[in-house]
């Protein structure tokens, strides 16, 4: 099995999922050089893994499709042919991230123990605990601090 140490330039595909041992996996699009290759081929998508605590926490909690990305590593090739090849990422820079994306359909959100509905036809935010216990019915999402925050006033911090 091959290994090159090398640093890719990429956009985050989807939202990096955690995998086992302590690690997180994201896949990264890698555009080609449109100068230098045919227009037939496309941008390649290479499978990224890093089991180093900062990155892992950057990626799971910070990173979201759309990204700019610079992942350095050791690019290991594939044990068998067809197989795509892996990036064992060891630095990772944002170069540019994503935009703010416009929610288009109901999308639930959670905030440490609470989770709230993010419903684009409506203003006001239902959110309740993890639990499913009914916290209320913030007016705007600028709001759902406040109504968490009195809400564990209230119940002495325990949702």
């Known amino acids: 099995m091959d290994t090159k140490h090398c640093a890719l330039d990429g956009w985050v595909d989807?939202?990096?999922?955690?995998?086992?041992?302590?690690?997180?996996?994201f896949d990264l699009i890698v555009p080609t050089d449109l100068d230098a290759v045919e227009e037939d081929i496309h941008d390649?998508?290479?499978?990224c893994t890093s089991g180093d605590p900062r990155i892992v926490h950057e990626l799971l909690t910070a990173i979201q499709p759309g990204d700019l990305l610079r992942a350095t590593g050791t690019l290991v090739q594939p044990s068998a042919p067809g197989e795509p090849a892996r990036l064992?990422?060891?630095?990772?820079?944002?170069?540019d991230t994503a935009l703010v994306p416009v929610l288009r359909d109901m999308v639930l959100d959670r905030y440490g123990d609470y989770v709230v509905i993010f419903d684009p036809d409506r203003d006001q935010v239902p959110v309740f605990t993890a639990y499913g216990a009914w916290v209320g019915l913030a007016d705007n999402p600028d709001a759902i601090a406040h109504l968490?925050?009195?809400h564990e006033r209230v119940n002495g911090g325990d949702s």
């Open 148 to 150: 968490i925050d009195i």
């Open 88 to 95: 064992v990422v060891d630095a990772l820079e944002v170069l």
């Open 44 to 47: 390649t998508v290479v499978t």
């Open 14 to 25: 989807a939202i990096p999922a955690p995998g086992p041992r302590d690690t997180a996996t």
